[in-house]
């Protein structure tokens, strides 16, 4: 892992710290920079940095992990590797932007850690993040007491406060803890936002769907669609002239330009970047429309995980629910009876 001490140079010392708590290096704060980044590499040849990155990482970083011996070379973007990211397990090519790479040594420390005893204590631990994940996506801003219900309601599991928050704090992933509110609010959300969420959230009931759906969330990508949504992806496609492998990025740009509360004129400059222009007074009223349609048939942290669509109606959406036998959605390959459905 030569390379890994190269790259870790490049780092400033904060962020040095905040890897070497991540993987529990001892006594870190007493290092010079030289010896914080040998310290660091020394610890990320454990077994037990090895098997506590095995436990935790998100399962697209874990199969490319998994993958990595027969591709040691393979760049990858920064979603198929994030996990190894934040563990020092992996870096960005200064010289190939949005480039990533696993550092030499790591692909066989998979082989190492996994187990049998360490795969059955993944699926439990991965089960416990995917339930926060999907109510940190839902929600923004989640309560102990919420979280405490979805474990039972979902897992038929008994979590008091206080093992949530240890489990939390064990885990690579910055999730931010307010102990004296007694909740969990998204890493990336800053102090105005949460003040304009938390109050237009109020004493509002939060989403619960059935567990195939509500698990779902717990992919940062996944995106509960509309017909709206649906005619925006088909509208990109018919009137922005990029490559075909460039139109989700512009439907995940548009939509995350609509649902910041950009202005209309915000939303145009950006389409004039794209050399997009209306033909027509109609043609620009029927894509504000659209637009609309999609603000109201989009889960809003502000309604707890509800669409405005839903508030207005008061209507109910069924969701189908898993049989018994079916495979359990939390992904973890077993029949919903034996794992989420006990």
């Known amino acids: 892992m030569e390379n890994a001490k190269t790259y870790l140079k490049d780092y400033n010392m904060n962020d040095l710290k905040r890897l070497a708590r991540t993987i529990s290096v001892k006594n870190f704060s007493k290092y010079k920079k030289d010896e914080l980044i040998d310290a660091i590499i020394e610890q990320q040849h454990t077994a037990e940095t090895a098997t506590y990155a ?24 920064l979603e198929d590797i994030f996990g190894l990211y934040i563990m020092g397990y992996a870096f960005e090519d200064p010289e190939h932007e949005d480039n990533f790479f696993i550092a030499e040594g790591v692909p066989k420390l998979f082989g190492e850690a996994d187990n049998e005893e360490n795969r059955e204590a993944r699926l439990e631990i991965q089960r416990k993040l ?3 994940r999907a109510a ?10 919420q979280l405490i219900h979805l474990f039972s309601k979902y897992y038929n599991m008994a979590m008091t406060a206080e093992e949530i928050v240890e489990f939390l704090e064990a885990s690579p992933y910055d999730i931010s803890i307010d102990q004296d509110k007694r909740q969990i609010v998204i890493d990336d ?8 969420v938390r109050k237009l959230q109020g004493d509002r009931p939060y989403y619960e769907p059935e567990f195939a759906k509500f698990i779902k ?11 709206h949504h649906r005619q925006l992806k088909e509208w990109v496609k018919k009137y922005v002239d990029v490559p075909k492998d460039k139109h989700h990025s512009v439907y995940i740009s548009l939509l995350q330009l609509i649902m910041q ?30 637009i609309a349609g999609i603000v109201e048939n989009t889960r809003h942290f502000k309604y707890r995980g509800h669409k405005e669509s839903e508030l207005e109606t008061q209507t109910v959406v069924k969701e189908v629910k898993v049989g018994r036998n079916d495979p359990c959605p939390c992904g973890s390959g077993k029949k919903y009876k034996k794992c989420c459905g006990r």
Request: hydrophobic share 35%.
């Open 136 to 145: 940190l996506h839902l929600y923004g801003i989640v309560s102990f007491d």
């Open 130 to 132: 995917n339930l926060v």
């Open 189 to 196: 959300m800053n102090y105005a936002q949460y003040e304009m």
């Open 217 to 227: 969330f717990s992919d940062p990508n996944y995106i509960d669609e509309s017909k």
């Open 261 to 290: 509360g950009s202005k209309r004129d915000e939303i145009l400059q950006y389409l004039m970047s794209l050399n997009v222009e209306f033909g027509n007074v109609e043609a620009q009223r029927g894509f504000f429309d659209m």
């Open 54 to 77: 095995y436990k935790y990482i998100d399962e697209r970083s874990f199969r490319t992990w998994q993958d990595s011996t027969d591709r040691p070379e393979a760049y990858y973007n």
